[in-house]
């Protein structure tokens, strides 16, 4: 019969998985080479790369709540001191990472001297990145064969450095970096980090560097920086505060003087109080008088407190975990490394296993055709 003549003819894009599991399993060998190599690249990849440690610490901060200032008698007066609220002064805490990633925090973090095992005296990181430190073979080869384009870059850009020197002279209040600094900052971005938990509700601050002792001392060091930053914004709107609680003192002590004056020239030209006329202006007075010298009382006590606000010593961050030396490091992670490249290895090796065996196939329907 027909169906008996008939050739079942084989799909050209079936996966034939039986020849597929054959030419692994054919390739074993040259797949536990690959393994080999990669593992040992990995150990040598884990034992030369950098030593990190990382120290945190995890912050409240704390917001006080708004409040008013005067009260009733200053709203009588038309006086509106809601501009000078004492809790619009707070910042916000999701402004927090962006003064942390700061030039003007990370410079002053960078030239903060910090106590190093292999330095004699407390150095900072500028000096101790360009004399002391040495990272290791790996980070050097990395640098100068994928890096190799950053570093060209570098060496091109480094000729206006004298150009920036200069234009930081003429306008002092642009802050400009060095090309060492820029260096610095870069390390300091990936190092130094604040994260915002804003539904746990606090913040935690990240120092990594090569020392377990450095990077405690670094967190500490931002930490306490972040908080003079923010108490140094609070002061400001403190003091921004004091200026207008006194110019309005000032103010409200001449209406209260003039008040006084006025009843008192009053009262001497009218000696004996005879008509109801008479009566009735000394009320006025006496009701306009009142009134001022209530306003003026309100606003001497909210002077006193505004010179109080000025001085104290609000802490900004409640501390839930403070900064301890880590005992242990945080970077290289040794096994996950060569685990890493093993599995690279693996995909390599079947790569060339089945790219090898593909080539062969090719090579021989080529000569089949001639």
Do not use: C
Request: positive net charge; charged residues 25%; glycine residues 6%.
């Amino acid at each position: 019969m027909e169906e008996n003549t008939l050739e079942k003819v084989k799909d050209p894009d079936e996966i034939d998985l039986m020849a597929m599991i054959k030419t692994a399993w054919n390739g074993r060998k040259t797949m536990m080479w690959f393994l080999l190599i990669f593992a040992v690249l990995g150990v040598l990849v884990a034992q030369f790369s950098p030593v990190e440690y990382s120290a945190k610490t995890i912050m409240v901060p704390q917001i006080q709540s708004k409040s008013s200032g005067l009260g009733g008698l200053a709203v009588l007066a038309g006086i509106n001191l809601a501009s000078v609220d004492q809790g619009g002064s707070e910042l916000s805490p999701s402004v927090y990472p962006q003064i942390v990633q700061s030039i003007i925090f990370q410079k002053e973090i960078m030239y903060t001297p910090f106590t190093w095992k292999k330095v004699a005296s407390p150095t900072n990181m500028i000096t101790y990145y360009k004399d002391y430190y040495k990272p290791g073979p790996l980070p050097v080869i990395k640098r100068y064969t994928i890096g190799l384009p950053r570093v060209i870059m570098g060496l091109l850009r480094g000729k206006d450095t004298m150009m920036k020197v200069i234009t930081e002279e003429k306008q002092e209040d642009i802050v400009t970096l060095s090309n060492t600094e820029k260096v610095m900052r870069s390390l300091l971005s990936k190092n130094l980090t604040l994260e915002l938990k804003s539904k746990e509700g606090y913040i935690a601050l990240h120092a990594i560097a090569p020392e377990a002792k450095v990077a405690a001392q670094m967190a500490v060091k931002a930490q306490k920086l972040l908080q003079d930053k923010i108490t140094e914004y609070k002061i400001d709107k403190a003091k921004q505060n004091l200026a207008f609680i006194q110019e309005l003192f000032s103010e409200k002590k001449k209406d209260f003087e003039n008040a006084q004056d006025r009843l008192a020239r009053f009262r001497d030209r009218n000696l004996n109080l005879g008509s109801a006329m008479a009566r009735t202006d000394e009320e006025r007075l006496q009701s306009e008088y009142q009134i001022a010298f209530s306003v003026y009382n309100e606003v001497a006590k909210q002077l006193e407190n505004a010179k109080i606000k000025v001085k104290e010593d609000t802490p900004v961050f409640a501390i839930i975990e403070p900064v301890s030396v880590p005992l242990s490091k945080s970077k290289p992670d040794k096994v996950k490394i060569i685990i890493i490249w093993i599995f690279f290895g693996g995909i390599i090796g079947i790569g060339w296993i089945f790219g090898k065996h593909y080539l062969v196939d090719i090579k021989k329907k080529w000569k089949e055709t001639e």
